[in-house]
């Protein structure tokens, strides 16, 4: 079955500074996706970045880039320059193609920024 | 705005009271689906619909109830709530083709509160 781990509970950053929030992920498939969410204290889910199986670049998206290691199965979030509103819990997720096509999350990271 | 919207946002309510908790979208897309967020467990599917009348159970189905009768709109129906139903909703719609690159956009979430 596949699974999303995230060993991290909470995380502390200091403004400015960057962070790694880390994901592993277990499936026997050889397509597959890869998401990070982001969700405030007011509660919605907020896409960041995708990471497919067979993109050979890691992608970025401003801040955000994804450090992706296909053979140890991970997909690591970085959070360049940290700022203040970056403080939220963040979600790793895989999208399963074969049952329901859903989203299968991990527990979460909370990020807390400080100044 | 494309976005996916839920009703109502926040809800506390008795066992065994009847309730639903609307979803519709307006980005025509065939795919939606119910999550719920439970603290330390991340989000799990509860049902999904790949398109009218096409629905199907995720991973924790028990006690709820679903039906698409229009591409726009997706209900999630307790019949009869209990305490351990209480939990953060979450509607979810995508496009079917693309996957498994194509985006889930989420709905502002409704917090419900079973007593």
């Known amino acids: 079955a596949q699974k999303i781990t995230q060993t991290q509970p909470g995380m502390f950053v200091q403004e400015k500074e960057a962070v790694t929030l880390d994901c592993t992920y277990d499936t026997s498939d050889q397509s597959y996706g890869l998401f990070w969410y982001k969700q405030p204290s007011s509660g919605e889910m907020i896409f960041l970045i995708y990471?497919?199986?067979?993109?050979?670049q890691n992608a970025t998206e401003g801040r955000y880039s994804l450090n992706f290691q296909k053979a140890r199965k991970s997909a690591n979030l970085v959070i360049s320059a940290s700022q203040l509103g970056d403080s939220a819990m963040y979600f790793c997720?895989?999208?399963?193609?074969?049952?329901?096509?859903?989203?299968?999350f991990g527990t979460g990271t909370r990020l807390q920024v400080f100044p | 705005e494309a976005q996916v919207t839920q009703n109502p946002r926040y809800l506390i309510t008795v066992t065994g009271k009847k309730l639903t908790v609307t979803c519709s979208q307006n980005m025509n897309h065939e795919y939606m689906s119910w999550y719920r967020q439970d603290p330390g467990l991340g989000l799990r599917q509860i049902y999904y619909?790949?398109?009218?009348?096409?629905?199907d159970k995720g991973d924790v189905p028990e006690g709820y109830k679903v039906s698409r009768k229009e591409k726009r709109n997706f209900p999630l129906i307790l019949e009869s709530p209990s305490p351990n139903q209480t939990s953060l909703y979450f509607c979810a719609s995508s496009f079917i083709m693309q996957r498994p690159k194509n985006e889930q956009f989420f709905g502002p979430g409704t917090r419900l509160t079973v007593l």
């Open positions: 997720a895989m999208r399963d193609l074969l049952v329901g096509d859903k989203l299968i």
């Open positions: 619909s790949m398109n009218v009348e096409v629905t």
């Open positions: 990471q497919g199986s067979y993109d050979e």
